[in-house]
């Protein structure tokens, strides 16, 4: 078994954010297992791929180009990416967590019947003593994810099958160059000798993407608020701040499932990961679930009237009182002393 793949996503010749986040973490991965990292990159009119991907420390680029394989469609993309695991065996394949990563995950690894862990939100190498077979496993891949509602996080191995195979969440990893002047080997395939005429038989007429209203991950501030902030009208005033500072507003689970604010502006385990700039908590326990999804924002403002909240442990600024106290006099103070 050899490398590490990353199957990259792409969007009018652009490499989606998670696809980079992968290949971020699978640089990482690879040099600690010491092998190369490899990306797959399956559709049309792929000259700029490389220039994308390289700097991230891919050591070869598969290319998959032919105007059939775009956009997206099921059957070709699978059928590429079994037959090429099957030629090149990699110890391990990772992808995003996405609609696109959800579908084709579980058949490629079916199709190997090597297994799939769905929805990591962290990756590790480490070792395995299986006691009752009196085996221990080395370099193993740690796919950990929550479950049972992100009240626990499972850690999954596959000690016997190959490849190891995860989908990520968006925005869980860093995405962070490696050289920008780092080169790799670029492999072109005929794509003919990998799918077949059945794999065709659908086909994309139109698409219609209409963009996110939110821009969360983006943001460099966030305001975000939990049920402590007590009711959808209390909600506003987190936009007015937000209005006034140039942020996103952002919520916990409890938050969403109260209906105090949309999901997607839900923060967490079981939503959105940020690393903003500035992050105001506002109302917000601090579950480990909702910590896990910004804790490594670089400066966190607590707003809350328990001075005893968890989410006080990781704050570097607490403010404590009510969302009512507290954000109208933010907003004044700010008004007053910008320009």
Known sequence: MNNLFVYCEIEDGIVADVSLELLTKGRSLATTLGCKLEAVAIGHELGGIGAQVFPYGV??????????????????HTAVLIKLFREEKPQIALMGATSIGRDLGPRVSSALFSGLTADCTSL????????RENKTYTDLLYQIRPAFGGNIVATIINPECRPQMATVREG??????????YTGETKTYDVNLYVSATDFA??????????????IKG?????AGGYGVGSKENFRLLHDLAAVIGAEVGGSRAAVDAG???HE????????????KLYIACGISGQIQHMAGMQESFIIISVNN??????????DYVITGTVEEVLPKMIRYYKKNTK
């Open 59 to 76: 050591d070869v680029l598969h290319l998959f180009d032919d105007a059939r394989l775009y956009p997206y469609t099921t059957l070709p």
């Open 265 to 276: 502006r839900q923060i967490g385990q079981t939503g959105i990961t940020v690393r903003p």
């Open 124 to 131: 590790k190498i480490g070792n395995h003593e299986e006691k």
């Open 219 to 223: 943001a460099s501030i966030i305001v």
């Open 172 to 181: 869980v990893m860093k995405k962070e160059i490696l050289d920008a002047n």
């Open 306 to 315: 328990d001075p005893m909240a968890p989410i006080n442990t990781i704050a």
């Open 260 to 262: 105090f604010t949309e």
């Open 202 to 215: 659908v086909s994309v007429i139109d698409r219609q993407m209409e963009k996110s209203k939110t821009n």
